[in-house]
């Protein structure tokens, strides 16, 4: 079991910034892959980054260059910062932790946060 809490999500015009962290209890956090999803009404949820280790880290095409994730896992915390925000980056962001039961491409049990909503005004 892990819970996860957000913070960080709020109202911003286009090109602002926001930093949105998620601090997860488990005493195993650096056996998880993180991620930030997201969904904005009438759309599917879409992972908008993930990170197994510093150097590994995977965007989606539509935040590359903006978005940055990151971990602690010292401090048990996964954030993202969003800069350049859009008003398409609107949507609840959630916080997701992933751990794979027998490796990278076998089942997954995932862990989600309760979500923070991210709204970017023009």
């Known amino acids: 079991q892990v819970q996860l809490v957000e913070s960080g999500g709020g109202l911003v015009q286009a090109g602002g910034s926001l930093r949105l962290s998620c601090v997860a209890s488990?005493?195993?956090?650096?056996?998880?892959?993180l991620g930030w999803y997201r969904q904005a009404p009438g759309k599917q949820r879409e992972l908008v980054a993930s990170i197994v280790s510093g150097d590994k880290t995977n965007y989606a095409d539509s935040v590359k260059g903006r978005f940055a994730i990151s971990r602690d896992n010292a401090k048990n915390t996964v954030s993202l910062q969003m800069n350049s925000l859009k008003p398409e980056d609107t949507a609840v962001y959630y916080c997701?932790?992933?751990?794979?039961?027998?490796?990278?491409?076998?089942?997954?049990?995932?862990?989600w946060g309760q979500g923070t909503q991210v709204t970017v005004s023009s």
């Open positions: 997701n932790a992933a751990y794979y039961l027998r490796g990278v491409g076998g089942p997954r049990r995932d862990y």
């Open positions: 488990t005493s195993t956090f650096s056996m998880y892959v």
